[in-house]
Structures are given as structure tokens and as C-alpha cells.
């Protein structure tokens, strides 16, 4: 089974040292998707918060491993989304223009708010639409 080692997973400023937070962080995790079944809330953990050392974030994305669903998005710098092996738990990460990292979280989610499509984007492509077909 593949895991998430395979992305490039930044964690700036990360110690060599482990901090002992990944299995805490791994609870939350599993509080999170209880919550997503039980409510349908999403829950967003932000990363670059965390004191976590390298050692904690390779058993962290260990233990989530990788799912089959990998997209990037391309808008005002880059942004990269990839499922875990564990359904609805996602790992996010966003650039800047200038390629450096911003952000870095976990959204336990059926589908990952970046992802989805804004209302407003709808209606402007459903005009598109109308009118190409007019045409």
C-alpha cells in the first residue's frame, strides 16, 4: 500500500525531533469523522499551527496513507489535494505565486470546499451555456 510520503509534503520548520502530536492529531481525526458521519460538519486542521517534528508527520501521513483522487488547482499560485487512504480525510496544500507554502491542513470532509463549485460560477457558466446554444 502506497502512503502520502510519496507527495512532496513540506513541513517548514519542522524539528528532526518528534514531538509526540501525530497520535493526538490522529484522535482528532477520528473525533472529526465521527462528527462528518454523525452531522455532516466538516472539520479543517490547519498543520502549519501544530508543533509537529518530521518524525510525527512521516507516522501521521503513515498512518493516513493515500487515496486513488489527487487534483491541483491553479489559481493564484497552486494548490495541491490528495484523499488519504482514509475516505474523507484529505491532505491540502497551497503556494503562493512565488511557489512558497502557505498552507498546509487536513479536512475531514466528504468533498474538500476548494473543490466545490461556487454558485455564482454555476449561474455565469449556465449563461455561457445558454447563449452558445442560442447562437
Known amino acids: ?3 502520502l510520503e510519496d507527495i512532496k509534503v513540506r513541513l517548514e520548520g519542522a524539528a528532526e525531533e518528534r ?3 501525530a497520535l493526538p492529531l490522529l484522535h482528532e481525526i477520528r473525533h472529526a469523522l465521527a462528527l462528518l ?3 455532516g460538519e466538516a ?3 490547519d498543520l502549519r499551527s501544530l508543533p509537529l517534528g518530521a518524525m510525527d508527520a512521516q507516522q501521521l501521513l503513515q498512518v493516513l496513507g493515500r487515496g486513488e483522487i489527487q487534483a491541483q488547482l491553479d ?3 497552486k494548490s495541491f489535494i490528495q484523499e ?3 475516505p474523507g480525510v484529505w491532505f491540502i496544500e497551497h503556494f503562493n505565486a512565488e511557489e512558497r507554502l502557505v498552507g498546509q491542513s ?3 470532509t466528504f468533498i474538500p470546499t476548494i ?5 455564482e460560477d454555476v449561474r455565469r457558466g449556465l449563461l455561457r451555456l445558454s447563449a452558445q446554444l442560442e447562437e
Do not use: A
Open 115 to 119: 473543490l466545490k463549485s461556487q454558485p
Open 43 to 45: 472539520t479543517v486542521i
Open 106 to 108: 487536513i479536512e475531514v
Open 37 to 39: 458521519l454523525e452531522t
Open 75 to 77: 489559481s493564484l499560485g
Open 19 to 21: 514531538t509526540e502530536n
Open 1 to 3: 500500500m502506497s502512503g
Open 84 to 86: 488519504t487512504g482514509i
